[in-house]
């Protein structure tokens, strides 16, 4: 995935301003007919749903050569646009946003004004840098604190405490054998699979927190999600 920030600078481009937006949590309410009292639905599944965010890059072009100023940034734009999804990634900030390109402003604004504005469409939330447990030497992660292990060797059950510093995230649990697993996200509802051998996308989040896995089974067990944030 192209990350826009590292794209534009490769290509004589002068990063002035980027606005990545805000995320807002979607509020679903109803009226009780003939009452005063209005019902929030808003938490419904457990936790807020948000809305994208919008943002912006806007952008100067660092090239005094007249002769291949449309070129290059015609030829920028298109590539941009045509992009499934793009990542923006600052170098100062931890995580990155995932999303999609909408336009840009017209090339005469940047003979004009000096700039030229890029319009995103950005999911709610920032995605970590790596995905959970995705350490080089050590399993123990100093920024949270906690231990951030993701796979297991299973000799007939195990309990698996996973700490979630993000918002709530659908995991993905791949095992080598059949087994077992009942997944509680303290919602006060546990949840149990039965899982094949191979990767399966579990329906249940992990909240943030503390979630409890308890296995039945023999084989590795390996758990993928990356932590999100608002």
Do not use: H
């Amino acid at each position: 995935m192209m990350n826009i920030i590292d794209y534009l600078e490769e290509n004589d481009f002068i990063i002035n301003d980027v606005d990545t937006g805000s995320a807002t949590p979607i509020i679903r309410t109803k009226q009780i007919p003939f009452s005063d009292k209005i019902l929030d639905f808003s938490k419904i599944t457990g936790s807020y749903n948000y809305s994208e965010r919008t943002g912006y890059v806007k952008v100067a072009y660092g090239s005094g050569y007249i002769k291949e100023f449309y070129n290059r940034i015609s030829l920028a734009m298109t590539k941009l646009l045509e992009s499934e999804q793009v990542k923006i990634k600052r170098p100062e900030e931890k995580g990155y946003y995932v999303g999609v390109i909408t336009g840009y402003s017209s090339i005469k604004d940047l003979v004009r004004v000096g700039e030229i504005t890029i319009n995103l469409r950005l999911d709610p939330f920032k995605y970590d840098d790596k995905p959970y447990g995705n350490t080089l030497w050590d399993t123990f992660c100093f920024e949270t604190d906690y231990l951030e292990q993701n796979q297991y060797e299973i000799t007939d059950s195990a309990t698996i405490k996973v700490y979630n510093q993000g918002e709530s995230v659908y995991p993905s649990i791949t095992v080598t054998s059949n087994m077992n697993v009942t997944v509680d996200n303290g919602s006060g509802v546990a949840v149990s699979y039965s899982l094949n051998a191979g990767t399966t996308k579990l329906n249940n989040k992990f909240s943030n927190g503390l979630n409890i896995i308890t296995v039945t089974g023999t084989g590795k067990l390996t758990i993928e999600f990356t932590q999100q944030y608002l």
